[in-house]
């Protein structure tokens, strides 16, 4: 059961480039979502999707972009990439937004830009 | 608006020591509440949740009780095994998504 995968683990890139995270989950979840973990701040929330062709900003949204086309994948796009950016990126997905249930998170992936 | 506040760390115990750690919450509602634990190079993972007032989530001796009249959820073990070392966050359910706290390392040395 391989749960919520993302791929790269980890990736370097330099100031103005652009990547896509992956983001993958076999649980039939219909809600994604994207945090970035900063050393002492917590985890903060980027964008969510609670379906299919619905996507939404969360708290930090500016300068990154996703879409879904498919319940198993929820991309992230960064366009243009930032020092800023440097962070650990989560996916997670639960069974429905109320959150009561579980959510599921994949093992990060570490960007750095230079 | 919601926040969950939890104690700053990082907090050095020995083995089979007592641990607390502090978390409150500000939200409009009933939120369900979580503790979730990061150990090292991983996601995250629940821990143990608790979805109304008195309940009291519990998993691999951690326990945790939703207090209504504080906005509390501490967490707590009475004795802590050096395989508990991790960084805990506690989080509330609100909407469609997960407010965390800051998160408090763990250390435990035998």
């Known amino acids: 059961n391989a749960g919520v995968t993302q791929t790269p683990k980890f990736r370097i890139l330099k100031i103005g480039q652009s990547m896509t995270l992956q983001c993958t989950q076999d649980m039939n979840h219909n809600y994604m979502y994207w945090y970035r973990q900063d050393p002492g701040m917590g985890l903060k929330l980027i964008y969510y999707?609670?379906?299919?062709?619905?996507?939404d900003k969360g708290e930090v949204p500016n300068g990154y972009n996703v879409s879904r086309s498919t319940t198993e994948d929820f991309p992230l796009r960064l366009e243009l990439a930032a020092p800023s950016q440097t962070s650990v990126y989560f996916c997670?997905?639960?069974?429905?937004?109320?959150?009561?249930?579980?959510?599921?998170f994949g093992q990060g992936t570490r960007l750095t830009v230079v | 608006g919601n926040s969950v506040t939890q104690m700053e760390g990082p907090v050095t115990l020995s083995e089979e020591a007592f641990l607390t750690i502090n978390c409150t919450y500000t939200a409009t509602g009933y939120p369900s509440l979580f503790w979730y634990v990061q150990y090292p190079g991983e996601g995250l993972q629940l821990l143990l949740k608790a979805t109304k007032a008195d309940d009291k989530g519990s998993n691999k001796g951690f326990e945790a009780t939703y207090r209504k009249e504080t906005t509390s959820f501490h967490l707590e073990k009475g004795s802590v095994q050096v395989s508990d070392s991790a960084v805990y966050f506690c989080?509330?359910?609100?909407?469609?998504?997960?407010?965390f706290g800051k998160g408090t390392t763990l250390s435990v040395s035998s």
């Open positions: 999707s609670v379906g299919a062709g619905i996507t």
């Open positions: 997670a997905s639960s069974a429905r937004g109320k959150l009561d249930t579980e959510a599921f």
């Open positions: 989080a509330l359910a609100a909407g469609t998504a997960l407010i």
